[in-house]
């Protein structure tokens, strides 16, 4: 039998559950939305996709030169992103993915495996 489970350096946050309004990220539950790098996590003061502005993202790529990947978890369902703000915040580093919260959460998981320079900005669900 070959183990698949993912080998993820100590001290990185990895989200273990979301659901009920908040989420569960190496071990410590937060309420409400979250910003997530393989780092740290901080509260998120979004509460809806609607409410997303470019400077309620500044958090992810400040001070964090390299970032590669910003994932947005939108919420229930996957929203879609205008090119605009994929320019905008490409213009800044990361490339920006769109998607569902759930979706969000495991890809992050992927890619912080793989030693990727990602962060997740996630919408926190019922």
Request: charged share 20%.
């Amino acid at each position: 039998m070959v183990d698949v489970t993912p080998m993820i350096p100590a001290g990185r946050q990895v989200v273990e559950a979301y659901g009920g309004g908040g989420f569960r990220v190496g071990g410590i539950a937060y309420r409400g939305s979250i910003l997530v790098f393989p780092e740290r996590t901080l509260a998120w003061s979004v509460g809806d996709i609607a409410e997303m502005t470019l400077e309620s993202l500044e958090a992810t790529v400040a001070g964090h030169a390299g970032l590669e990947v910003l994932l947005v978890g939108c919420g229930a369902k996957a929203v879609f992103v205008s090119p605009a703000w994929r320019k905008a915040v490409r213009a800044a580093g990361p490339v920006l993915e769109a998607m569902d919260t759930g979706a969000a959460c495991r890809t992050y998981n992927v890619l912080l495996s793989e030693e990727r320079r990602v962060a997740a900005a996630l919408i926190a669900v019922d």
